[in-house]
């Protein structure tokens, strides 16, 4: 669902509720698969918007095009728009508003306890410690059906972008375990492989879809945990 799904016209409560329960009836299902993204993102979104729509007469709009379904989204990447419609049009938002914002609520309370479920199932272990954390850039993996995947990360710092965001890009997918051997076979970080940048053991006690839930919750994680050790760092 678009998130002018609100203003499309001709504007009617009743066409809008169709599009609005459709939503609902599809963000259920996925969220009863344990698939958290991009759907979570999208009701935290919906939520921001009517929100606004109710409280100040304005609308979000995104700024740049979503590329992947974890995306990050901050501040910064959205626009508050006034809202300029007809009375008998805007009469017509304001409903589908308030008939969408407690569903929305309820969506987000779902959404987030099955974020936090999922959050606290994954964990990392630091492979081989190394200084060149604070780099920004290294290795995480899994061991996944006696095979290990292993990925290649990349944090932007650059003091032009408002917001710290991790890029990443699958290497290899191989039946060898040993990752100091599978890492100095692969071309990667221009030649900075091997033991020389950080590896991260990507690990979860549970069976939660990998692409919608495991992936994007790892990448996060891996993000985080450099920021704050190169943070820490800078402090002792």
């Known amino acids: 669902m ?14 809008n509720q169709y599009v609005f329960l459709d939503f609902c ?17 999208e009701v935290s979104l919906h939520l921001a918007n009517i929100s606004l729509i109710k ?35 805007l009469s017509e938002v304001q409903q589908s508003s308030r ?11 779902m959404g987030k306890s099955l974020w936090s479920l999922a959050f606290d199932s994954v964990s990392l272990d630091l492979f081989y410690p190394t200084d060149a954390l ?9 061991y996944i059906n006696n095979k290990t995947y292993l990925y290649e990360y990349n944090i932007d710092k650059s003091p032009q972008s408002l917001v710290t965001e991790c890029t990443t890009t699958l290497v290899i997918v191989s039946e060898i375990k040993n990752i100091k051997k599978l890492i100095k076979s692969t071309n990667t970080h221009q ?13 979860t006690g549970q069976k939660f879809p990998f692409e919608e839930t495991i992936f994007p919750i ?3 994680k891996v993000q985080n945990y450099v920021i704050q050790s190169a943070k820490l760092k800078k402090h002792i």
């Open 2 to 15: 678009k998130l002018n799904w609100i203003f499309r016209k001709p504007i009617d409560f009743e066409y």
């Open 25 to 41: 009836e599809k963000a259920k299902k996925e969220f009863s698969e344990f698939k958290i993204y991009p759907t979570f993102q």
């Open 55 to 89: 409280n100040k007469n304005q609308h979000l709009k995104l700024k740049k095009k979503i590329q992947c379904i974890d995306q990050e989204i901050t501040l910064g990447d959205l626009q508050y728009l006034p809202i300029r419609l007809t009375d008998e049009e």
């Open 99 to 109: 008939f969408a914002e407690p569903q929305l609520k309820d969506l987000f309370q």
């Open 134 to 142: 604070e780099w920004g850039y290294g290795y995480f993996f899994f």
């Open 191 to 203: 030649g900075f492989g091997g033991v020389h940048l950080p590896i991260f053991h990507v690990v």
């Open 218 to 220: 790892a990448k996060r």
